[in-house]
């Protein structure tokens, strides 16, 4: 347990649904993030709120839609998603964006389009 | 570009020490972080670097030079539960992380 839980746990979803994922820590952190990790390739930060402002979009497609409610929720909004979107996605947070902080990660929400 | 290169996949034996080498070229660098991630879990926090030299944390120490853009995680007394991926993260001048593909470690009895 990180402190940063992460629903739903799985979701498959068809190319005209629309669904969100949750996260929610409870470490009394700041800043929350949005990973994208498929297979065999590097972490992709997709999305970074810093005291409930974003602060980074990673050229993320619009299909993709955060929302920072307040510094302990974070959202993210799926609608015409692709298959090429089906990974693994993960939320993190962290006392602040700077400094010798380091990142707590929630489980993950595995997403598969089909 | 920005690039972190570490080796894909090492294999090691039980109550050996594995070394896990990570090189980086960043715009900037704002401190360099280790991960492990089991299979289907989260990646957990396992060293920060941000000064060259070596850290030490239990079995795991994590080496760190600036000037080479280098680190490596030494990993002694293996157990069967450190087989996982390790991840290496560099924070670079925008404080964003640039993370690795990841090595995984296999350990054999």
């Known amino acids: 347990e990180t402190g940063v839980t992460q629903t739903p746990r799985h979701l498959v979803m068809g190319m005209t649904n629309k669904k969100s994922l949750k996260c929610e820590q409870h470490l009394g952190h700041n800043a929350m993030y949005w990973y994208k990790q498929s297979a065999k390739k590097p972490l992709e930060l997709m999305f970074v709120y810093n005291f409930k402002e974003q602060t980074e979009n990673n050229s993320v497609p619009s299909r993709f839609s955060p929302e920072c409610p307040n510094s302990s929720h974070l959202f993210l909004h799926l609608h015409t998603l692709q298959p090429e979107d089906s990974a693994l996605y993960l939320c993190?947070?962290?006392?602040?964006?700077?400094?010798?902080?380091?990142?707590?990660f929630g489980p993950g929400t595995r997403l598969t389009v089909t | 570009g920005q690039n972190i290169d570490q080796p894909t996949e090492m294999t090691a034996t039980e109550g050996a020490i594995v070394q896990i080498n990570c090189t980086y070229q960043t715009s900037g660098f704002n401190g360099l972080f280790w991960y492990q991630q089991h299979a289907g879990e989260a990646p957990t926090f396992l060293s920060y670097?941000?000064l060259d030299g070596l850290e030490e944390k239990g079995r795991f120490s994590s080496f760190l030079s600036r000037s080479k853009g280098y680190s490596y995680l030494l990993l002694k007394e293996l157990q069967m539960k450190d087989s996982a991926s390790y991840l290496c993260?560099?924070?670079?001048?925008?404080?964003?992380?640039?993370w690795g593909a990841g090595t995984k470690l296999i350990i054999k009895p």
């Open positions: 670097n941000v």
């Open positions: 993190a947070s962290s006392q602040e964006t700077s400094g010798p902080y380091e990142q707590y």
């Open positions: 993260a560099v924070r670079d001048s925008n404080y964003q992380l640039i």
